[in-house]
Structures are given as C-alpha cells and as structure tokens.
C-alpha cells in the first residue's frame, strides 16, 4: 500500500507524463505536445508520448509497450484522451480494448471536437476518471495548441538579450555578443521547441542570423522574416535554402511588382503578402493569422527593437524572455530592446505575469507572460455545453 497521499502519487506520475510529452513538443504541430504513463501498483510499466503529428498519439505509444494486463493498470496522460477519428483513430478506443481501470488526465482538451467527450466515453464504460491533477502546468505546456485552437493565431514568445542598462547594442549598432554562452545555448533550446522564429528586417541586415537551430538533436523551425519590401539580400545566411530542412518564409506588402514576387519565390523561398499601414510597416496581426492558417502553433521573434515594439503595442505578444547580461552599454542613442511609443504612464506599464527567474552563467534570465486575453481561457468541465 502506498504512504503517499492519493493526490501527490497522482502529480508524481503526471509530473513524468509532463516530462515525455516535453519531448514533443515544436514537432507535433498542429497537434498538442503529450506524454502518457502506465502505472502498475506503484510502479511505471509503461511510457510513451506524440512525437509527430500523424503518428501514434502518447496513450496508443504506451499502451503498445505494456506487458502486464491492462484491467490492473492505471493510465496517466497530461491531455484528455481524443474521442474522434483524425488521421489516427480515437485513443478512448484504445484504452477501453486495454481494459485500464483508472484514467488520470491533466487537463480537458479545448478542441471542440474533443472538449470533455473523451472524458465521458471513458466514464460511461464504466472507468474511474480523474481531471485536473497538474492542471496549470498542463495548460502551460501546451499554451500555443489551447490559442491557436481558440484564435486561430499562434502563441507568441519575444527574446532579447540586453546589458544591465538596458541597452541591445552599442551606438554604432555593435551587438555581437551582450550575453554570455550559457545565456546562448539556452536560446538553442529555446529555438528547439518553437515552430517559428521571425525578425525583422534591419535585425536580418545588420546581424545576418541563420535562425537555426545548432542542438545536437535538434530540429530548425520554420523561419520567418518582415521585409515589406522585398529588399533583404538573398544572400543573407538565412536565406541558405541549400541547408535548410523547413520552410523559410517572407512577409511582404500587398502591391508588390509581381516580377520582384516571382524572383524571390524562385529562390526556394516562400513569399507570402499581406496588408500594410500609413508607415509600409506590416499588419502583424496578418501575419500571425498567415502562419497560424499554416499550422504554426508557436512564434519566437528574435527582434528588433522596432518588431517587438510593434507586436507588444498590439497586444499580439504572449511571453517575453528578457536575457540581462552584467554589463554596461550606456548612452542615449544606444537601441533597448522595445521600440516604438512605450507606456505614457506607470499606469499603462506590462506586469509579466508567471513570472521565473534563471541563472545563465553571469546572465539573469526574467521570463513570463504578458496578460492577454485571447490566450485566458478557462477549460471548460467534462459534461458541460
Ligand atoms: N540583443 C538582442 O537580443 C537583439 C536581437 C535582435 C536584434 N538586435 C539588434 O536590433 C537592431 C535592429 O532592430 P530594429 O528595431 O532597428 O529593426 P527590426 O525590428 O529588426 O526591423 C524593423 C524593420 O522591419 C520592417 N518591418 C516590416 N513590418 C514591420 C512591423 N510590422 N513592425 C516592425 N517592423 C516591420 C521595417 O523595415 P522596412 O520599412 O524597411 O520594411 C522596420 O524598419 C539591430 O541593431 C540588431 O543588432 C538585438
């Protein structure tokens, strides 16, 4: 008999559920990112997680490594089990043939496809079910699925490393490196879990990043980048298609000589056009919407100052990972990391909420969410309309 106390048995499993679905996540896309235990007695028989979208869904992945009969098991999984046929069969199928005679999840799945039916076909055969254990970090784990199925739009991180004074590069535009190489290797992790990464296009002339990912096991995104003009060198490193295993795509305005349009497209990259203001700067919102109809659940943009400004004034941004590195820049004229108008009051100022705090080396990193209302959403209860 276990000392433990039902709920803490159950978030230690969850927590290892947690743990495989991590695995997924950046490569699941438009699926969530998911993990699944399979406890017998007091001990894990079996593990699995998605680890791509078409193949087998995290409680298929388990189930298929179990050995002892399933009518003794209890199954942990951080998202509700789907009920509907997509490209796999429904996984409630699969854990009813298993005969599993516990079933704890995470959270419900907003999917309206799903959205507590899978919870109620488990009940109604007569399985014990149990929602809402590690339900915060269920949800934060998967923040981009729950906004991308709510908007349309996808979850949009900013990252900026920046000195003690606030400052991203020096007055004469030298900016390579302010962090330190901790606080840049943990950006390769970072770029490892997103869908997408975008700039814009000063930050692409002046820096000429390769936005890829440089992890041993890792994987590129997709990258993105804003040059309403099309006047981005082909040559830049972010532009080398012939190393490139995803998608590189440019945003450009609408009205564009189609010529221009054609020749860059012939470059094997992908052109896509959408709308823009009084400035020719591009409607951000577009974009979001552009790559979230491209399944895009996650976003990181990189900069610049003026970019991020931008997407922040439009409320368009989800999280911030502020880098700080100990050191001094200084000077007016030296860029900081959010351009444009900026709060008029104390009033109007960003408070980061779920804010955390990380040591990198020398660095500081501060990262947290920007409220927003579109990404607050409540799941709703099993059984509810
Ligand atoms: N320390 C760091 O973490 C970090 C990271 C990145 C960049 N940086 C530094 O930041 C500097 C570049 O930043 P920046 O602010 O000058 O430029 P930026 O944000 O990289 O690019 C701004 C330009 O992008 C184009 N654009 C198109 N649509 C836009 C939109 N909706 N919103 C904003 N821009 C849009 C506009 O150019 P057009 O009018 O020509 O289309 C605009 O001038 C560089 O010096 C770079 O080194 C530092």
């Known amino acids: 008999m276990s000392t433990q106390p039902a709920a803490k048995r159950d978030e230690r499993f969850m927590a290892r559920a947690l743990e495989l679905a991590r695995c997924g996540l950046g490569r699941t896309r438009p699926n969530p990112a998911v993990g699944c235990v399979i406890v017998h007695g007091e001990q894990i028989v079996a593990e699995g997680f998605h680890a791509r979208a078409g193949s087998d869904h995290a409680e298929v992945a388990a189930l298929r490594n179990l050995s002892v009969p399933g009518s003794e098991c209890e199954l942990y999984v951080n998202l509700e089990p789907c009920s509907h046929f997509n490209r796999t069969p429904p996984c409630t199928n699969a854990v009813l043939a298993s005969g599993i005679r516990r079933v704890v999840i995470g959270t419900i799945d907003t999917n309206p496809r799903v959205s507590g039916r899978g919870v109620t076909v488990l009940r109604e055969a007569g399985i014990e079910v149990v929602c809402g254990v590690l339900e915060q970090q269920s949800r934060q784990l998967n923040a981009p699925f729950f906004k991308h199925i709510a908007t349309g739009l996808p979850f ?200 955390q705090i990380a040591l990198l080396g020398d660095d500081v990193l501060i990262w947290g969410d920007v409220p927003n209302a579109l990404r607050d959403l409540t799941p709703r209860k099993p059984g509810s309309p």
């Open 156 to 355: 949009v991180s900013v990252k900026y490393a920046m000195s003690l004074d606030g400052k991203i590069g020096t007055r004469s535009g030298d900016s390579a490196w302010i962090s330190g190489e901790a606080s840049r290797d943990h950006v390769q992790t970072l770029r490892n879990t997103y869908d997408a990464i975008m700039v814009g296009t000063t930050t692409l002339k002046k820096d000429d990043p390769r936005l890829n990912c440089r992890l041993e096991a890792g994987r590129d995104p997709m990258r993105v980048v804003l040059d309403a003009r099309l006047e981005s060198s082909p040559t830049s490193r972010v532009f080398d298609t012939a190393n490139a295993s995803t998608k590189i795509l440019i945003f450009a305005a609408e009205g564009l000589d189609a010529e221009r349009v054609a020749a860059r497209r012939g470059e094997g990259v992908e052109v896509a056009l959408v709308a823009t203001d009084k400035r020719g700067w591009l409607d951000e919102r577009a974009v979001l919407e552009a790559l979230g109809q491209r399944d895009v659940l996650s976003v990181l943009v990189e900069g610049g100052g003026a970019l991020v400004g931008s997407l922040l004034e439009r409320r368009l941004v989800d999280r911030v990972y502020a880098f700080i590195a100990p050191r001094l820049i200084g000077g007016a004229d030296a860029p900081s990391p959010i351009a444009g108008l900026g709060a008029a009051t104390m009033a109007d100022v960003i408070d980061l909420e779920q804010r």
